[in-house]
């Protein structure tokens, strides 16, 4: 390749380049390859670029959380595979950073994060736009057929009005933020859009930061601690972040041997407001948010309760980082005080009960205030094929007080835990002008959507949890503020229900898909497999 010994000489810094033409979201990494370089090597290391799979949310099937682990794979044997000193993790489409730092974590050498970055915001008729809160809002009106197909066709093609990952706090701003809070990307980096210079300055710096992470030989190891781990539960829950965030930091964190509970994700939920006005919990995108100062000044905001001491890539602390940050600026409405926070606390719950009882949980702040204490009766899907098949029918007997349920939607059942758990209100409702009802299933929901939805459910119904074992008509109970979800059935019905259950047909008789169903783990345990 032409490299003389002397520049071999240094340290050398692999750069993960997970551009794909399949990943919509990864298309501005040249230019940012190219700052981290100037970096490196204005620092004396050497870069060196090199290819792991990609995961773009749009075209990957049956569902990227299928490979988030293979991801993860991929890139910690090819940080170990090759002759690297440090390495530059460069993602951002939602399963694209935990992927890597699951893998980084593993491999364990001075790694730091870098990301595309958000898009900016679309416009449609003077309302903004964004991906995908924004899509989910006018599909839904023109589902109820107050949009035609030409002006939701508009409104598509502004959808995504640059590169860069969705622009609300979804997924990928909410793993961008979590990186960011764990002390592996430098601070303010989550929030700047991907066309902005200040990204490609901020990709400068990070390819600088490396070169001293490596002489200093800090590792993944040497930062992340419990408390950068509940540091990140708390901006989570501060943000708004997406319910993905509970599986994605639960896997990171038993990557050390850390275990989270989605006990201590309550608990800190409990005690935490949300403070961040975006999509789809409030109004704004993450170009505001960047205005406002980024995920530092939330951050600064929550100083007081955070662990100052944990570590970070710039080898000082959380605190020392923060004393250089101003609080929330008066003018600003993006990041408001915790004296008047946009939602009091707790904007994930975790709920258990007979019908969960490993687990579920809710994403409060995007759901409706009067549903989360609902008892109603239910209204059964046996898969994602029997749902799209029947959900429109007209004869569907269903009613805005129902529970909508979807089984075998799980890691193993999806397959992939797709993000399926945003049911659709069916068409007739819709129309009648029911804007959501109570949803429960076994599946994931985008960072991006809203609603009131019972998420993760395990264990889940495809390995025979109970949630298999409801019927069309059974009473649910959902009891948000008391943390439960129960199936009011008499458990010596439930016991029979068990022993004639018959669990579906395995999806895979081969290859990775049969790897992934031998070993992957429910969601409680952050679906990473079992040997990993
Ligand atoms: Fe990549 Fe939303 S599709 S971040
Ligand atoms: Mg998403």
């Given amino acids: 390749m032409g490299y003389s010994d002397q520049e071999l000489e240094r340290p050398i810094v692999g750069i993960i380049n997970t551009f794909s033409g399949f990943n919509s979201c990864h298309h501005n990494f040249a230019d940012l390859i190219e700052a981290v370089k100037r970096g490196v090597l204005s620092h004396g290391g050497l870069p060196i670029e090199f290819p792991t799979i990609s995961l773009g949310e749009m075209f990957t099937a049956p ?20 002759p690297m000193d440090g390495v530059v993790l460069l993602g951002g489409c939602d399963k694209t950073v935990p992927a890597q730092l699951m893998g980084a974590v593993s491999a364990d050498r001075p790694a730091i994060c870098l990301v595309a970055g ?6 449609y008729q003077g309302q903004r736009l964004g991906a995908c809160t924004d899509c989910r809002r006018f599909w839904g009106e023109y589902r109820a057929g107050r949009l035609n197909a030409d002006e939701v066709a508009e409104i598509e093609s502004r959808l995504c009005s640059s590169t860069g990952t969705c622009m609300v706090m979804g997924t990928a ?14 601070p303010g980096g989550a929030a700047i859009p991907a066309v902005m210079s200040e990204r490609r300055r901020h990709a400068e710096a990070t390819g600088r930061t490396i070169v001293s992470m ?9 930062i992340l601690t419990q408390q950068s781990f509940e540091n990140a539960i708390r901006l989570l829950m501060a943000i708004g972040g997406s319910t993905n965030g509970v599986i994605h930091l639960t896997a990171i964190a038993r990557r050390l041997g850390i275990k989270l509970k989605l006990t201590d994700f309550d608990q800190i939920s409990d005690e935490t407001p949300v403070i961040v006005n975006l999509k789809p919990s409030g109004e704004y995108y993450m170009e505001d948010l960047f205005k406002a100062g980024g995920i530092p000044v939330v951050m600064k905001a929550l100083e007081d309760v955070l662990h100052r001491d ?16 101003p609080h929330p600026a008066a003018w600003q409405d993006v990041i408001k005080p915790r004296t008047a926070p946009l939602f009091e606390s707790g904007t994930l719950a975790s709920l258990f009960g007979n019908l969960a009882p490993q687990g579920a949980v ?8 009067d549903l989360l204490t609902h008892r ?13 098949n029947r959900i429109d029918d007209p004869d569907l007997p269903v009613t805005p007080e129902h529970i909508i349920v979807l089984q075998n939607a799980g890691p193993i059942g999806g397959p992939g835990m797709p993000e399926a758990g945003y049911l659709p209100i069916p068409k007739k409702l819709l129309r009648a002008g029911v804007k959501d009802m109570v949803r429960i299933s076994d599946a994931r929901m985008s ?3 809203f609603g009131t939805i019972v998420l993760h459910i395990a264990p889940e119904a495809a390995i025979g949890g109970p949630l298999a074992l409801v019927e069309e008509g059974d009473l649910i109970e959902l009891d948000v503020p008391n943390k439960r979800l129960e199936l009011l059935v008499d458990d010596t019905v439930l016991a029979k229900r068990q022993e004639q259950l018959v669990l579906p047909e395995p999806h895979f008789q081969r290859g990775y898909g049969l790897l992934y169903t031998q070993h992957i783990e429910q969601a409680h345990l952050g679906c990473d497999f079992d040997f990993l």
């Fill in 362 to 369: 809710i994403k409060r702040s995007a759901a409706s205030p």
């Fill in 376 to 388: 109603g009766p239910a209204v059964v899907f046996k898969s994602l094929e029997d749902l799209h």
């Fill in 310 to 325: 944990a570590q970070t890539v710039l080898g000082s602390t959380i605190g020392e980082n923060l004393s250089a940050v």
């Fill in 447 to 449: 960072g991006t959507a």
């Fill in 173 to 186: 701003s909410t793993m961008a933020a979590l990186a960011e809070v764990l002390g592996l990307m430098l």
């Fill in 63 to 82: 569902t990227t959380m299928m490979f988030r682990n293979l991801m993860a794979m991929d890139t910690e044997e090819m940080i170990r595979a090759q």
């Fill in 214 to 222: 490596i002489k200093n030989d800090l590792r993944p190891s040497k």
């Fill in 118 to 123: 958000p898009m900016i915001a679309g416009d």
